[in-house]
């Protein structure tokens, strides 16, 4: 009775940090995303300005 209890709080425990793992590694993955997505705008904004003082 009581192995079977361990055995189901283990499992939970298994999944709750594979979970948090996941949430984790999205998170860093679109704070990447975030961050290229932010280089690419300040580099157009520079090409922008550029442009501008070009004409």
């Given at each position: 009775?009581?192995?079977g209890f361990?055995?189901?709080v283990d499992g939970c425990?298994?999944?709750f940090i594979f979970y948090l793992f996941e949430v984790i590694s999205n998170l860093i993955k679109?704070?990447?995303e975030t961050f290229a997505l932010l280089r690419f705008l300040?580099?157009?904004d520079?090409?922008?300005i550029l442009t501008?003082?070009?004409q």
């Open positions: 009775m009581e192995f361990l055995l189901v425990l298994l999944l679109r704070q990447s300040r580099h157009n520079w090409i922008r501008q003082n070009t």
